[in-house]
Each structure stands twice: as structure tokens, then as C-alpha cells.
């Protein structure tokens, strides 16, 4: 009997070890730049600068937020391709403002594609039209 509390303590530390860990893991996620939400990274973009600091936000709206109190122009932008999740050049990809809210706080409905065709279906889908890059 006692052989087996054992083994049941031993299988509750090694569940709460874990558990604690996962915790500490999103809670020490990367934040926004400009509002300090934690970043999805399906929603994420960076700028660049010239100074080759970065600055990263948990949407396309913060990103544009940020921007208007930014003294320097960002050298690049890049955005993540919303199916796929690869990281793209803002400059090569598609953007659609739909119904659809990312990040409701400050309320992004503008969606990232790096194919065309996933950009025009997703403005079907979801009442929205494409937009020209918001970063140029």
C-alpha cells in the first residue's frame, strides 16, 4: 500500500511540475509593443528599423497605431500569412478588412494572406474587400 502512495505522489509532483511550467511558458509570451497583449503569432508584425531594433505587435491595427507616433519610418515590415503562419514581407502580401475581429480590443479586422486567392476568399467568406498595404 505504501509502495503505491508513493507512486501516486510521485505522478502528482511530476503533474503540477508540468502544469507549472506551461504556465510560466505563456505568461512569459511575447508582448505587443504598443499595448503590451500578449502576441498570437498568427497575428504578429515587426518592424524594422535602420538602427536594427525591432519592434513587434499583436496586430495589424496596433501596429498602425504605433505608427502614427513613430518618429522613424520602419526600414522593412513583415506580417504572418494568416494559413500558413509563415512570415512574409508586408510588401508581398495581401491584406482584406472583413467582419472577422482578430484582436478584439483593439478591434483588428484586417486579415494578412501571402496568396491572392486565400485573400479573396476569405473577403467572400466573410464580407470583406481588399485593401492596399496599410504600411506603405
Given amino acids: 500500500m505504501r509502495k503505491k502512495a508513493r507512486v501516486i505522489i ?16 505563456v505568461r512569459s509570451g511575447v508582448r505587443c509593443d504598443h499595448d503590451g497583449t500578449r502576441i498570437q503569432p498568427i497575428y504578429e508584425v515587426t518592424f524594422a528599423f535602420q538602427d536594427a531594433t525591432n519592434k513587434q505587435f499583436c496586430s495589424v491595427n496596433c501596429a498602425l497605431l504605433d505608427l502614427r507616433n513613430e518618429k522613424n519610418r520602419p526600414k522593412y515590415v513583415t506580417v504572418v ?5 509563415t512570415k512574409i514581407d508586408a510588401n508581398l502580401a495581401f491584406f482584406v478588412k472583413s467582419e472577422v475581429l482578430t484582436i478584439p480590443h483593439v478591434k483588428n479586422n484586417i486579415h494578412v494572406f501571402a496568396k491572392k486567392e486565400d485573400a479573396i476568399r476569405h473577403a467572400k ?8 498595404n496599410p504600411f506603405r
Fill in 10 to 25: 510521485i505522478f502528482v509532483i511530476i503533474g503540477l511540475v508540468a502544469a507549472t511550467s506551461a504556465m510560466l511558458k
Fill in 81 to 85: 500569412d494568416e494559413v500558413s503562419g
Fill in 125 to 132: 467568406q466573410f464580407n470583406g474587400e481588399l485593401i492596399q
